[in-house]
């Protein structure tokens, strides 16, 4: 038996409540190189300062892809608590205990540049739902996540979206 979240859930939308997260590193050219690598990305804009600077750019810039990394966290940082983090319990206490991301979508101000040091402010955004998908009945959540550079000017923002729903008959097998 599922519970409606949509009053609790869209309580926390209301109240606009952010996750705010400081990068622990500014932008530097070895991650730059590192993502590059991992990415297979070898753009010259991204790895060679010359090439930058004749393209417009005081230095080698990130990709923007990228953009989130910067302020990922550690599995040993402190856990910072947030309106997200209740409204994914919400949905799991109330009977949509299954999560699968359905879609991330990333919209770019300006290219980040070595210096930079990024703050994230995470809030939840929308609840769509009850839907029924081909996985079971469930709600679709975003998120919006604005990225600021030092001089809290926006950088650029994501979008994430992910469906939490209760297995339909013949699907229960678990699919964390």
Same mark, same amino acid.
């Given at each position: 038996?599922?519970?409606?979240?949509?009053?609790?859930?869209? $309580?926390?939308?209301?109240?606009?409540? $952010?996750?705010?997260?400081?990068?622990?590193? *500014?932008?530097?050219? #070895?991650?730059?190189?590192?993502?590059?690598?991992?990415?297979?990305?070898?753009?010259?804009?991204?790895?060679? *300062?010359?090439?930058?600077? +004749?393209?417009?750019?005081?230095?080698?810039?990130?990709? #923007?892809?990228?953009?989130?990394?910067? +302020?990922?966290t550690n599995p040993s940082d402190p856990e910072i608590s947030s309106d997200v983090d209740r409204a994914y319990g919400i949905l799991e206490a109330s009977g949509y205990p299954k999560v699968v991301a359905v879609n991330s979508e990333q919209e770019y101000e300006?290219?980040?540049? #070595?210096?930079?040091?990024?703050?994230?402010?995470?809030?939840?955004?929308?609840?769509?739902?009850?839907?029924?998908?081909?996985?079971?009945?469930? @709600?679709?959540?975003?998120?919006?996540?604005?990225?600021?550079? =030092? +001089?809290? =000017?926006?950088?650029?923002?994501?979008?994430?979206?992910?469906?939490? @729903?209760?297995?339909?008959?013949?699907?229960? =097998?678990? +699919?964390?």
């Amino acid at each position: 038996m599922s519970v409606d979240p949509s009053l609790e859930i869209n $309580e926390l939308i209301s109240a606009s409540h $952010e996750r705010v997260s400081i990068a622990r590193d *500014p932008v530097n050219r #070895p991650m730059i190189h590192h993502l590059c690598d991992a990415m297979g990305d070898a753009n010259p804009i991204y790895l060679d *300062p010359e090439v930058a600077r +004749n393209a417009g750019h005081s230095d080698v810039v990130a990709p #923007p892809a990228a953009l989130q990394v910067w +302020n990922m966290t550690n599995p040993s940082d402190p856990e910072i608590s947030s309106d997200v983090d209740r409204a994914y319990g919400i949905l799991e206490a109330s009977g949509y205990p299954k999560v699968v991301a359905v879609n991330s979508e990333q919209e770019y101000e300006r290219h980040l540049v #070595p210096g930079d040091v990024l703050t994230a402010y995470e809030k939840v955004e929308s609840l769509k739902g009850p839907k029924q998908t081909g996985l079971g009945e469930g @709600y679709f959540i975003t998120t919006l996540t604005e990225y600021k550079d =030092q +001089n809290d =000017q926006l950088v650029g923002t994501m979008r994430f979206r992910t469906l939490w @729903y209760t297995p339909a008959v013949g699907q229960e =097998q678990d +699919n964390d």
